[in-house]
């Protein structure tokens, strides 16, 4: 069982920046590839960004490539979202999830662990 809890989420501009944070507990957080996800309102959620266990591989959505940088500390057992040129298209709840298999998946359904969300809302 892995728990997981998201913070930084805020209000800003458009153009901002905003960086989120995922502090994991239980079992060992390297173990895991980890993943960005976000929900807006009556929409889907949709895959952010995703990290290998080793922090070697990531993959982005087209939507943010370019903005949106994931990374990992697996001794401090914290996963992050540096998230730069923010825009009203990024307004969603965001959520960290923790995936126990070896490769990195853009699919929610693989991951098996989740937090609670945090609220990032972009005004123009």
Request: charged letters at 20%; glycine letters at 10%; aromatic letters at 12%.
């Amino acid at each position: 069982q892995v728990q997981l809890l998201e913070s930084g989420g805020g209000l800003v501009q458009a153009g901002d920046s905003l960086r989120l944070s995922c502090a994991a507990s239980g079992r060992t957080f390297n173990n895991y590839v980890m993943g960005w996800f976000r929900q807006a309102p009556g929409k889907e959620r949709e895959f952010v960004a995703a990290i290998s266990w080793c922090g070697g591989r990531t993959a982005y959505a087209d939507s943010v490539k370019g903005r949106f940088t994931i990374s990992r500390d697996n001794a401090k057992n914290t996963l992050s979202l540096q998230m730069n040129s923010l825009k009203p298209e990024d307004t969603a709840v965001y959520y960290c999830a923790a995936d126990r298999r070896s490769i990195i998946s853009i699919q929610s359904r693989y991951y098996d662990y989740w937090g609670q969300g945090t609220q990032v809302t972009v005004s123009s």
